[in-house]
């Protein structure tokens, strides 16, 4: 199950529908089972309040994971700062829907148990993750 909750802030514009499926799918493609995740869309401030309390980071960042999976079911909280993402949209001179697909799918592969702790893992992330965004837009609802 894949629950999109905000946090104050408006919901982003994203096909639900299409982003559960492109989910479960990437899942799948790991061998795994969707359990719950929760998707929590939130402001700048509240993605420093997490990374303080919880990572003990004095930092900004697009994405927060907590991962509950268990053996082979993947679960977690995925949170998500839109203004850091609407940032880095225009940084990386792409679309803020490319980009916000592009870091929760991010979240989910940390969840399945990917890593981007070294530059050899940042280039199997990066590549997990421009393939999943090609699924994502060749998917039809």
């Given at each position: 199950?894949?629950?999109?909750?905000t946090?104050?802030?408006?919901?982003?514009?994203?096909?639900?529908?299409?982003?559960?499926?492109?989910?479960?799918?990437?899942?799948?493609?790991?061998?795994?089972?969707t359990?719950?995740?929760?998707?929590?869309?939130?402001?700048?401030?509240?993605?420093?309040?997490?990374?303080?309390?919880?990572?003990?980071?004095?930092?900004?960042?697009?994405?927060?994971?907590?991962?509950?999976?268990?053996?082979?079911?993947?679960?977690?909280?995925?949170?998500?700062?839109?203004?850091?993402?609407?940032?880095?949209?225009?940084?990386?001179?792409?679309?803020?829907?490319?980009?916000?697909?592009?870091?929760?799918?991010?979240?989910?592969?940390?969840?399945?148990?990917?890593?981007?702790?070294?530059?050899?893992?940042?280039?199997?992330?990066?590549?997990?993750?421009?393939?999943?965004?090609?699924?994502?837009?060749?998917?039809?609802?």
């Amino acid at each position: 199950m894949i629950l999109f909750r905000t946090i104050n802030i408006a919901m982003p514009t994203l096909d639900e529908k299409k982003v559960t499926r492109w989910i479960k799918s990437t899942i799948r493609g790991f061998d795994k089972v969707t359990g719950i995740i929760t998707l929590v869309f939130c402001t700048d401030d509240k993605i420093l309040e997490i990374n303080r309390e919880y990572l003990q980071h004095e930092y900004y960042t697009d994405i927060i994971t907590f991962d509950y999976s268990k053996k082979n079911i993947v679960s977690g909280d995925v949170f998500i700062s839109v203004e850091t993402v609407q940032a880095n949209a225009e940084k990386y001179e792409v679309t803020f829907e490319k980009e916000i697909l592009r870091v929760i799918i991010h979240g989910i592969l940390h969840l399945c148990g990917l890593e981007d702790d070294t530059p050899d893992a940042q280039r199997i992330m990066t590549f997990n993750e421009d393939n999943a965004l090609l699924r994502y837009f060749e998917i039809v609802i």
